[in-house]
């Protein structure tokens, strides 16, 4: 089966050399497998995405010499997609919906996942038609019932048992969007035909929810490819907050893209900055 790879950047802010890191896995990965390399700028949350930092994106892949197989894929172009699927879940009694806040989430919950505090269930409990907009989440235990025991295969890390319950109710459609994190990135990885999903080994526990989803959804199961992260001395991956420059920075004061590029493949990497061992979590909401 040719070997699909993909780079999916949120345009929520510059990228920095992590990404330069993750993009270089996608694309090597492929050209070395005779495959392809896409782009899906992951542009569907609507109060932090940014039209400049999606362009920024495009010409920081190509200064780093990094060619894309067809035009990058907008994933707000799938709204209606997302919004279908969830139609979908609602009338299998998958997903119910909540109106709770993050604040009173803090409060009442008992645990503590790889997203931070589990919801503690109150709208599951609840059940109330919704009159506004609401966020939907889905009934982990109906789901987790439904499609049995799950394994997913890292290049990396090997076989792992699916253990989508760590996380609880996870949100699949939030109030000001129609596909969460985990929805959206598990339908289009599918619609797009991703056979190698590489991302960093911070996203490593969201796999166990989106192999879940794909057995819900009957989509196609790829492999995974979770790879170290770049952190700085204190152990924090990089942004821009933390004073790193930017890959724009970098290339409009006229670095060598392609000898950074060069650079980061052979692990030569900045002053202070090293890769981490795999971690075995996840930060996504
Ligand atoms: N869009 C996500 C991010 O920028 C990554 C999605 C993924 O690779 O799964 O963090």
């Not at 010409?59 to 699927?85: C, K, M, P, T």
């Not at 009159?131 to 090997?158: H, I, N, Q, S, Y």
């Not at 980061?264 to 979590?281: C, D, K, M, T, Y």
Request: hydrophobic residues 40%; negative net charge.
């Amino acid at each position: 089966m040719e070997t699909v790879t993909r780079f999916a950047p949120s345009p929520n802010g510059p990228l920095h050399l992590g990404h330069a890191l993750s993009a270089i896995v996608a694309h090597d990965l492929a050209r070395e497998r005779d495959g392809r390399f896409l782009v899906r700028i992951e542009d569907i949350d609507g109060a932090r995405s940014r039209a400049e930092f999606a362009e920024a994106a495009l010409a920081d892949l190509a200064w780093l010499g990094l060619e894309r197989d067809g035009d990058a894929i907008r994933q707000s172009d799938r709204i209606a997609a997302h919004a279908a699927v969830i139609e979908g879940l609602k009338a299998r009694g998958l997903v119910y919906p909540c109106r709770c806040t993050r604040a009173e989430i803090a409060q009442a919950s008992r645990e503590s996942g790889p997203d931070g505090p589990v919801y503690p269930g109150t709208c599951r409990h609840a059940r109330f038609e919704p009159d506004g907009p609401v966020a939907w989440r889905l009934d982990m235990a109906k789901a987790v019932a439904e499609a049995g025991p799950l394994t997913w295969f890292d290049e990396l890390a090997g076989e792992q048992m699916a253990r989508p319950e760590l996380f609880g109710d996870v949100v699949l459609a939030r109030k000001d969007a129609p596909g969460s994190y985990h929805l959206a990135v598990t339908l289009d990885d599918a619609v797009d035909g991703v056979t190698l999903v590489t991302r960093g080994a911070d996203l490593f526990a969201s796999t166990h929810v989106h192999r879940l989803l794909q057995a819900l959804l009957g989509l196609p199961v790829p492999r995974w490819h979770h790879h170290a992260l770049l952190l700085d001395e204190s152990g924090e991956k990089l942004a821009k907050r933390r004073g790193s420059p930017s890959l724009a920075d970098r290339r409009l004061a006229g670095e060598d893209g392609s000898q950074l590029a060069a650079n980061l493949r052979a692990g030569r990497f900045p002053q202070g900055l090293a890769l981490s061992g795999l971690a075995n979590r996840s930060e996504k909401a």
